[in-house]
Nanobody, 123 residues
Framework: QVQLVESGGGMVQTGGSLRLSCAAS????????MGWFRQAPGKEREFVAA????????YYADSVKGRFTISRDNAKNTAYLQMNSLKPEDTAVYYC????????????????WGQGTQVTVSS
């Protein structure tokens, strides 16, 4: 089992920045790919970013490419999502996920999920 706890969400104005953290406990964090997803009210959950266990591979949704950066610190069992130039359409609950497969945009590739953290971007 892997337990994931997100933090760092909040309210920010358009153009602002936030850094989300995902702290993992349980089984060896380094063995897992990590992903970030988000779900806005009335919409389906969507892929945001993913990173391989070694940080050698990163993937981003087109909507966040160039604005968001995913990273991880395996020594701290923590993954991060740095979000810059935030827009109102980025408003959502953000979830981190861990999976034993290669990093993927598909949520079925992930075995463990956090509870989510709210990000609200005001115009």
């Amino acid at each position: 089992q892997v337990q994931l706890v997100e933090s760092g969400g909040g309210m920010v104005q358009t153009g602002g920045s936030l850094r989300l953290s995902c702290a993992a406990s349980g089984r060896t964090f380094v063995r897992y790919s990590m992903g970030w997803f988000r779900q806005a009210p009335g919409k389906e959950r969507e892929f945001v970013a993913a990173i391989s266990w070694s940080s050698g591979m990163t993937y981003y949704a087109d909507s966040v490419k160039g604005r968001f950066t995913i990273s991880r610190d395996n020594a701290k069992n923590t993954a991060y999502l740095q979000m810059n130039s935030l827009k109102p359409e980025d408003t959502a609950v953000y979830y981190c996920a861990a999976g034993s497969r290669s990093p993927s945009y598909n949520d079925i590739a992930y075995d463990y999920w956090g509870q989510g953290t709210q990000v609200t971007v005001s115009s």
